[in-house]
């Protein structure tokens, strides 16, 4: 089973400010990499599949990159419902998620 | 639009079975996989398994396997979920979710979700 460490598990930042989260996997997935987002009682929404594309409707500040074991994801300017939890996924059975990374109004 | 909906929470004793539905609409449901995941309080996200929503066939987490068994009705556009031997540690919220990827092909990128079902298992 892979394992997805993400890192840090709290990020305490400003709104405007640029957030950088990492998500490192045990063996190498190629760029079989996604990214979900969750706010308090919600379902996880898909931000970025593949490592790098974004799902329909998901505004251009959120960016993926990375490959192998070590992954990104960066939110460029902070706006006040990016606020949430984000957790990242790998497809090789079994799926397996990180995790989480909670990022908090500082 | 893509909409998931899935039944209402469940309480139940330790041994006991729970069935969880998710009514696909606003797609063709037999043209995509439907996941299940759940997340137990306070934690991260636990795939369980898919089904094939034209075929039937399915494939389950081998942590699961043996007490987990998802089907779909696709006269009423419906997948289901049910978990036996419920124990403690099953208490979560339930996610279907529609994966990405059309005509079956797999992408195991989940999108979208359902609301999430409540699960509590207790004595």
């Known amino acids: 089973e892979i394992v997805l460490t993400q890192s840090p598990a709290t990020l305490s930042l400003s709104p405007g400010e640029r957030a950088t989260l990492s998500c490192r996997a045990s063996?190498?997935?190629?760029?079989?990499l996604a990214w979900y987002q969750q706010k308090p009682g919600q379902a996880p929404r898909l931000l970025i599949y593949?490592?790098?594309n974004r799902a329909t409707g998901i505004p251009a500040r959120f960016s993926g990159s990375g490959s192998g074991t070590d992954f990104t994801l960066t939110i460029s300017s902070l706006e006040p419902e990016d606020f949430a939890i984000y957790y990242c996924?790998?497809?090789?059975?079994?799926?397996?998620f990180g995790g989480g990374t909670k990022v908090e109004i500082k | 639009q893509v909409h998931l909906v899935q039944s209402g929470a469940e309480v139940k004793k330790p041994g006991a079975s729970v069935t969880i539905s998710c009514k696909a609409s606003?797609?063709?449901?037999?043209?995509?996989?439907i996941q299940w995941v759940r997340q137990a309080p306070g934690q991260s996200l636990e795939w369980m398994g898919w089904?094939?929503?034209?075929?039937?066939?399915?494939k389950y987490s081998q942590k699961f396997q043996g007490r987990v068994a998802i089907t779909r009705d696709t006269s009423a556009d419906t997948a289901y979920m049910e978990l036996s031997s419920l124990t403690f540690e099953d208490t979560a919220v339930y996610y279907c979710?529609?994966?990405?990827?059309?005509?079956?092909?797999?992408?195991?990128?989940?999108?979208?979700w359902g609301q999430g079902t409540l699960v509590t298992v207790s004595s």
């Open positions: 979710a529609r994966d990405r990827a059309r005509y079956q092909v797999l992408s195991h990128w989940f999108d979208p």
């Open positions: 606003g797609y063709m449901f037999t043209s995509y996989t």
């Open positions: 089904i094939n929503t034209g075929n039937g066939n399915t």
């Open positions: 063996q190498s997935v190629s760029s079989y």
């Open positions: 593949d490592t790098s």
């Open positions: 996924q790998q497809r090789s059975n079994p799926l397996t």
